[in-house]
């Protein structure tokens, strides 16, 4: 089977890619990386500073306005790693200064969760699981 190294990029597609990459770097930390653009649509590609994800957000002409809906096909959600139970908590004060609407944390079986969602309503969520790989 052939094989990838890593995930490369994530690529969201907004409403307003401007608002989407000034949430991400605030609430985030992401940074911007550079502008893209192609038939129909532009993008802003955003990198983090400390762990390299990459992240973009392109804006469609055709795009209808409306806001995410987990149950429709495609991404349900995206969840990011935290190293430390403790680290929960700190997420969730921080979310909490910034006002960024967040559920509570859910501690369960196989992890605890904290979910909070960007400006077009996808859910993202910091996670920590015990030994995880």
Not at 47 to 60: D, K, M, S
Not at 76 to 99: F, S
Not at 122 to 133: D, G, N, T, V, W
Request: zero cysteines; hydrophobic letters at 35%.
């Amino acid at each position: 089977m052939p094989k990838f190294s890593k995930v490369s990029h994530i690529s969201f597609s907004v409403r307003d890619i401007g608002a989407s990459a000034k949430w991400y770097g605030k609430v985030l930390g992401f940074e911007p990386m550079e502008e893209v653009s192609g038939e129909g649509w532009r993008g802003i590609v955003l990198v983090h500073p400390t762990n390299a994800a990459v992240i973009e957000f392109q804006q469609h002409d055709a795009n209808g306005g409306e806001k995410f809906d987990p149950r429709r096909t495609g991404l349900d959600h995206l969840a990011l790693r935290v190293d430390t139970r403790d680290e929960l908590d700190e997420w969730m004060d921080h979310l909490h200064h910034l006002e960024v609407e967040h559920s509570q944390i859910t501690d369960r079986e196989y992890g605890s969760v904290l979910p909070f969602k960007d400006p077009d309503g996808i859910q993202l969520e910091a996670f920590y699981r015990e030994s995880h790989p």
